[in-house]
């Protein structure tokens, strides 16, 4: 079964520094997705970020980027100059490639602080 | 993406109860997902229904408890029957987004408390 473990329950951030969540998961698949979803007060969870797993680079969306790390089954999100906006919980989630509709598996998240 | 709606956006309902919630999506989509989100947790996967046949449902949740109807391509809805306390949480729905990756995208969720 594949599994996805946050470690970080909470991080905290200065407005404008720069975190990295860490994810790492367990799969004995070859080809799949990898995402980060964030998840505001509001309880709408927002796509953030889409790595696939056969593409060596590594995916950016302005100020958020991804270091995947296949061989080690790691998948960290970096969030660069960090806004109050983005203070939220962050789950990794992880989906087998199969060319038809497939679950999500997720994390356990990471809450993210961002202070002035 | 998908614009996907979800009624009610939250309620409160009395142990013993059931609610039905349904879940629009603005485009025709082959599957439907129905997650539990319980207070302080990560998402888990309730059941994946498809248009015409049976929701598959995941280990730990049963049909009876948790009937899904998919009448068509752009519309569900999920009921939670005889409710108790343990079942306050957030419902949300999610569809994939054809052509992007097979990226799932969620609709508002429902917010449940059961007293």
């Known amino acids: 079964a594949q599994t996805v473990t946050q470690s970080q329950p909470e991080m905290s951030v200065q407005e404008a520094e720069t975190v990295t969540l860490s994810c790492t998961y367990d799969?004995?698949?070859?080809?799949?997705?990898l995402f980060w979803y964030k998840q505001p007060p509001s309880r709408q969870m927002i796509l953030v970020i889409r790595?696939?797993?056969?593409?060596?680079q590594n995916a950016t969306e302005n100020r958020f980027s991804v270091n995947f790390q296949k061989a080690a089954k790691s998948f960290s999100l970096k969030i660069s100059d960090s806004q109050l906006g983005d203070a939220a919980m962050y789950f990794c989630a992880y989906k087998i490639r199969t060319g038809t509709a497939s679950k999500l598996t997720f994390g356990t998240g990471t809450r993210l602080q961002v202070t002035l | 993406s998908a614009v996907i709606s979800q009624k009610p956006s939250r309620d409160i309902c009395q142990r013993g109860t059931s609610l039905t919630i349904q879940c629009q999506v603005d485009?025709?989509?082959?599957?439907m997902f129905w997650y539990r989100q319980q207070p302080g947790q990560s998402l888990t996967l309730i059941a994946t229904a498809n248009q015409g046949s049976e929701a598959t449902y995941e280990s730990g949740f049963v049909i009876d408890k948790f009937p899904i109807s998919r009448p068509n391509l752009t519309f569900s809805t999920l009921t939670v029957s005889n409710m108790s306390p343990e079942d306050s949480s957030i419902y949300l729905c999610?569809?994939?987004?054809?052509?992007?990756?097979?990226?799932?995208?969620f609709g508002p969720g429902t917010r449940l408390l059961v007293l």
């Open positions: 485009s025709q989509v082959t599957m």
């Open positions: 799969t004995s698949e070859s080809d799949y997705y």
């Open positions: 790595q696939e797993a056969y593409k060596q």
């Open positions: 999610s569809v994939d987004q054809a052509g992007v990756g097979e990226t799932q995208y």
